[in-house]
């Protein structure tokens, strides 16, 4: 059985000196020179603590689709609007038949607040006059 001393991925690298130079099998103080040789590391290099580890929180967000098209703010606008008639927006507060109460709380927010974005956009027109 042959037990291994070292963690995968975490052994000294032998440089190309040492490879050149070195008889084919090393001695153990040729081995300990080529070890001590190496650059200093820190114990959160040893231990990879620098690195960002990979998971959700390191990993960019996945690429846009083809077919989303990036409009301008009165697009996006009456696009939301749209979508609140097609999904039942006047009925909101009556709420909207068969649709479980998360789905009918949700629209409810919504058409609050394109209320509220409406009354904002209409106190900003008649405020500069446009």
Do not use: C
Not at 16 to 36: C, D, E, L, V, W
Not at 51 to 70: H, I, N, Q, W, Y
Not at 113 to 124: K, N, P, T
Request: hydrophobic letters at 35%; charged letters at 20%.
């Amino acid at each position: 059985m042959r037990i291994q001393y070292t963690l995968p991925g975490l052994q000294p690298a032998v440089t190309t000196q040492a490879k050149s130079a070195g008889p084919i099998s090393p001695t153990f103080k040729n081995r300990m020179q080529q070890i001590a040789a190496g650059p200093p590391v820190s114990w959160k290099q040893i231990l990879r603590l620098d690195r960002t580890p990979a998971g959700p929180g390191s990993v960019g967000p996945p690429p846009k689709p083809a077919t989303l098209e990036v409009l301008d703010v009165a697009s996006e606008r009456l696009r939301w609007r749209n979508l609140l008639v097609r999904h039942g927006g006047g009925q909101a507060q009556s709420g909207i038949p068969g649709a479980p109460p998360k789905v009918q709380r949700m629209v409810a927010v919504l058409t609050r607040m394109q209320e509220l974005e409406d009354a904002l956009i209409a106190r900003s027109l008649s405020e500069t006059g446009g």
